[in-house]
């Protein structure tokens, strides 16, 4: 907590001017969530015609997948995946 108070004092901010952005911030956010996603309605076809058109996004890049590990010693390790 000193650490943000000081953080705060350093940008010429009081807790309690914090306190009150962030109030408002909340605010703000919980009534644009109200007003936006009570009239956005998103169809099963509209997700279905998105994914399909970026279908790159959702395509897992290739991995390298580790078969065999051998130490230097004289000891023989055989760890697979």
Do not use: C, W
Request: charged residues 35%.
């Amino acid at each position: 907590m000193r650490n943000s108070k000081k953080r705060l004092a350093e940008e010429g901010i009081t807790i309690t001017d914090y306190k009150i952005h962030l109030k408002e911030n909340i605010v703000s956010l919980k009534f644009i969530d109200r007003e936006l996603n009570s009239r956005m309605i998103v169809t099963d076809e509209e997700i279905d015609d998105y994914y399909k058109k970026n279908l790159k996004l959702f395509i897992d890049k290739p991995e390298h997948k580790l078969h065999k590990v051998s130490s230097p010693s004289n000891a023989h390790y055989d760890y697979r995946l």
